[in-house]
């Protein structure tokens, strides 16, 4: 099983609105992302957990919060959003920061944000 | 990590090769070269890396200059799947994506029928 699965799919929330976006890795990766990608631009790395310890917060508001409940589950919690938020959520995972062998980072299929 | 720069786009005729290229002229030694490609709506995808050699797996070839400031990603008989931005990554190895991939502007290639 080589996927990242993410859920759901498509998301509309309102600003008031708390959702939480869903992200599943059954490889043994002990590295999971947070990635946030606007159209027609580059992805944006938001948070790197290592371990399930958060290692990198690239100053993300704090209405985005994600957890890390066990070495195969990414969250991403959603509170008092805008809509320049809307987004396409990207959440990937690779092999320990340790790790000497391929170290390629595998991606979901994205959740799009739309907030209103 | 070091900086890279593609073409914004390119087009390749369906079933030629596709030859992408990537200027990383501050790569310093221990820094790989990677490539993803994201099709539209889909999340990136890990094509190929290498450090100083060319590599081939069944997706792509990768050409490194031996000075390593440049390199090409080569799709060998392009179809019109293969139309998606294509990044070019720099970062060293070890660690790998653990600190996170830092994506420039990519190449959006167009596979024409």
């Known amino acids: 099983d080589t996927e990242v699965t993410q859920t759901p799919k498509h998301l509309v929330m309102g600003m008031t609105n708390k959702k939480s976006l869903k992200c599943e890795q059954h490889m043994g990766h002990r590295a999971m992302y947070w990635y946030k990608q606007k159209a027609k631009k580059p992805p944006e790395l938001m948070f790197v957990y290592s371990y399930e310890k958060l290692s990198i917060n690239e100053s993300v508001p704090s209405r985005f919060s994600p957890e890390c409940p066990n070495s195969s589950l990414l969250n991403l919690h959603l509170h008092a959003l805008q809509p320049e938020d809307s987004a396409l959520y990207l959440c990937?995972?690779?092999?320990?920061?340790?790790?000497?062998?391929?170290?390629?980072?595998?991606f979901g299929q994205g959740t799009r944000l739309t907030v209103v | 990590d070091a900086k890279t720069t593609q073409p914004t786009s390119m087009d390749c005729a369906e079933g030629r090769a596709a030859n992408l290229p990537c200027n990383h002229s501050t790569i310093s030694g221990n820094e790989y070269v990677y490539w993803y490609r994201q099709i539209h709506s889909q999340g990136p995808q890990y094509i190929i890396h290498?450090?100083?050699n060319n590599e081939t797996n069944e997706m792509a070839s990768l050409i490194i200059t031996e000075d390593r400031k440049s390199s090409t990603l080569i799709l060998p008989h392009a179809t019109l799947r293969d139309t998606a931005v294509y990044y070019c990554i720099v970062r060293p190895h070890s660690g790998g994506g653990a600190d996170g991939l830092t994506f420039g502007k990519g190449t959006h290639l167009i596979i024409q029928p």
């Open positions: 990937a995972s690779s092999p320990s920061r340790t790790s000497l062998v391929n170290t390629e980072a595998f």
């Open positions: 290498g450090l100083k």
